[in-house]
Nanobody, 118 residues
């Protein structure tokens, strides 16, 4: 069992930056693919990006490519989402997710709110 807790969300002006963190409890964190998703009320959850267990490979949604970077520190059981040049359309609840293989994810955090003002 893996429990995920996100933090780092908040209110930021357009063009600003935020770094979200997701701390995982449980064993074998380093064996999980970690991903970030986001959701706006009334809309489907949207994939933001993911990182492989080693951190050697990442991929991103086109909507955030070039503005977001996912990294992980397996020693700290933590995955990060660095978001730069934020836009109002990035406003959403951001969720961290984990799975051994993907593309579906078994474990989810409760989310952290990101609000970007124009």
């Amino acid at each position: 069992q893996v429990q995920l807790v996100e933090s780092g969300g908040g209110l930021v002006q357009a063009g600003g930056s935020l770094r979200l963190s997701c701390v995982a409890s449980g064993r074998f964190f380093s064996r999980y693919i970690m991903a970030w998703f986001r959701q706006v009320p009334g809309k489907e959850r949207e994939f933001v990006g993911r990182i492989t267990w080693s951190g050697g490979s990442t991929d991103y949604a086109d909507s955030v490519k070039g503005r977001c970077t996912i990294s992980r520190d397996n020693a700290k059981n933590t995955v990060y989402l660095q978001m730069n040049n934020l836009k109002p359309e990035d406003t959403a609840v951001y969720y961290c997710a984990a799975d051994r293989t993907g593309p579906t994810y078994e474990f989810w955090g409760r989310g952290t709110q990101v609000t970007v003002s124009s």
